[in-house]
């Protein structure tokens, strides 16, 4: 066993913990150095550069974490999510593709998909990607709205009636907010008079 690599991993734990993420990822840092396969200073360096949204520091320790760990679909996940925010949305779209063949289930991954590739103008794969999404979190309101908007761009109106539909159900207000954005005046019927 390392000691010294664990006291400053500890150190860096405690600091991190109680919000002091400069001295933190300084000393997760010295951790990794001092033990180069220690996938958990990694992925603490990554989120802490994540959270500061230094994203292509967090990208560069995320493929570090998945170095050690390939089949780790959160970090997958992770990834996409940094490359996505770094405005990488085709890179972002392999690490979803990669966290959602590890676990099909991952929800938030075919949904982080589904918005990059409608940042890419590729409305028809994003709403394939975010009927998965919708398919595995049925109460998503955000995920309908934004396939309600990838139909509404692939030219598919009857989808968005659809969708709309739906989401008077438990959210009209995001219901309103799509027939809106979509400028689908002739749904507004649809839509209650709501309150508050």
Known sequence: MNFE?????ARAWLLHFFGREDRAFTAYS??????PQD???ARHLAAIAANRQQFDVAEHWFEVA???????????????????RAGKPVQAIAAFIEATR???????????????????????????????AVELQPMNGEGFYQLGMAYHHANRPGEVAR???????????????????????????LIPELSF
């Open 5 to 9: 690599h664990w006291r400053h991993y």
């Open 30 to 35: 010295t951790a990794f150095c001092l033990d």
């Open 39 to 41: 996938v958990q200073s």
């Open 66 to 84: 998945l170095a050690l760990t390939p089949d780790d679909s959160a970090n997958w996940f992770n990834l996409g999510f940094v490359r996505e």
């Open 102 to 132: 590890l676990v099909p289930h991952q929800d938030r991954a075919w949904y982080g998909m589904g918005l990059a590739h409608a940042r890419l103008g590729q409305h028809a794969e994003a709403a394939v990607a975010l009927e998965k």
């Open 163 to 189: 969708i709309v539909r739906h989401l008077v159900g438990f959210e009209p207000r995001r219901a309103e907010k799509l027939v809106c954005d979509t400028e689908r005046v002739d749904l507004m019927q």
